[in-house]
């Protein structure tokens, strides 16, 4: 299978969106009312994270798998889910493990981690109530009371609450396609002190080859090098995962370690 193609034009521009429109006239009315919600919303709400609470509020009213992703069947949301399940696990996750997921969502992927890890080894943070509530009908649905994994709202990426060099895996999937580069540094800043030795970082983001652009203030793109450079700005060594472009995935996936761990490992 072919790597797959970032995205080649500023999805911000006019000239794209009128093509666009002429492309796909049934999903001009869509589009024109969630412009129209979101600039709303951001008059509301100045500071993203607040402004992306209130996207989730509103998506996760009409589904909670609408508000974790553009498809919302339910088979396309298991689908999703086992995808970044099987990638983690075909890379090493095992229960005895401990895993943070930034932005869990409906545990689309995480009642799979759940499943998998030993009780108590998963924590799920998102900065949306309303979709964290989805996230409790989820563990009842798929009757995963016992494993007590951990649920929590966040209210920023510093992981201020959470202990020193603790988790095995930090995962976000679709998380940093929804943020501004300063939400990124935020994580990038303090992941590193959370990190396990020898512990991860994988995350996935929008890729563009051409101009960094925003959608809505809803769907970011970045090029590589940003994200990357951003990384090692903050001690942590990046690498760009050629294995994930191979799957039926639009987004790319970059994963982060602490440089401290090489130097251990080179020292050793
Ligand atoms: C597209 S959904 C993906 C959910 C989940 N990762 C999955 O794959 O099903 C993005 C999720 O990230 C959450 N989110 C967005 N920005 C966040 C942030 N800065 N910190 C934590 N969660 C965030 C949203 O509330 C939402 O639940």
């Known amino acids: 299978m072919r790597a797959k193609e ?3 034009g500023n999805r911000s521009r006019l000239l794209h969106q009128v093509r666009y429109a002429l492309r796909h006239p049934e999903r001009v ?11 709303w919303l951001r008059l509301r709400h100045p500071d993203h994270i607040a402004y992306y609470r209130a996207v989730m509020a509103s998506d996760a009213a009409r589904s909670a798998e609408a508000a974790v992703g553009h498809n919302p069947s339910r088979e396309q949301w298991a ?3 086992r995808m970044q399940f099987d990638y983690l696990v075909g890379h090493g996750l095992r229960p005895h493990h401990r895993m943070l997921e930034i932005g869990c969502g409906n545990l689309r992927a995480g009642r799979l981690f759940i499943g998998h890890l030993d009780t108590g080894h998963y924590y799920g943070i998102d900065i949306s109530p309303h979709i964290l509530l989805a996230a409790q009908d989820t563990l009842v649905a798929e009757k995963l009371q016992t494993k007590l994994p951990y649920l929590a709202l966040a209210g920023d990426l510093t992981f201020a609450f959470l202990p020193d060099a603790h988790f095995d895996v930090v995962h ?24 396990a030795p020898g512990g991860f970082f994988d995350f996935t983001f929008d890729r563009t080859e051409g101009e960094e652009h925003q959608v809505l203030h809803e769907d970011f793109y970045y ?17 760009f995962m050629d294995d994930w472009e191979r799957l039926p995935h ?19």
């Open 172 to 195: 976000a999937h679709s998380v940093f396609s929804h943020s501004p580069l300063h939400v990124i540094e935020e994580c990038f800043a303090n992941v590193g002190r959370i990190l």
């Open 6 to 8: 970032p995205a080649a």
């Open 223 to 239: 090029r590589t090098r940003t994200l990357t450079d951003l990384a090692a700005k903050h001690g942590l060594d990046a690498r």
């Open 79 to 81: 689908r999703i889910g």
């Open 29 to 39: 009315p869509a589009h024109a009312r969630r412009a129209v919600r979101d600039a």
């Open 250 to 268: 639009r987004q790319s996936k970059i994963r982060l370690t602490a440089a401290a761990d090489r130097a251990r490992t080179v020292g050793s």
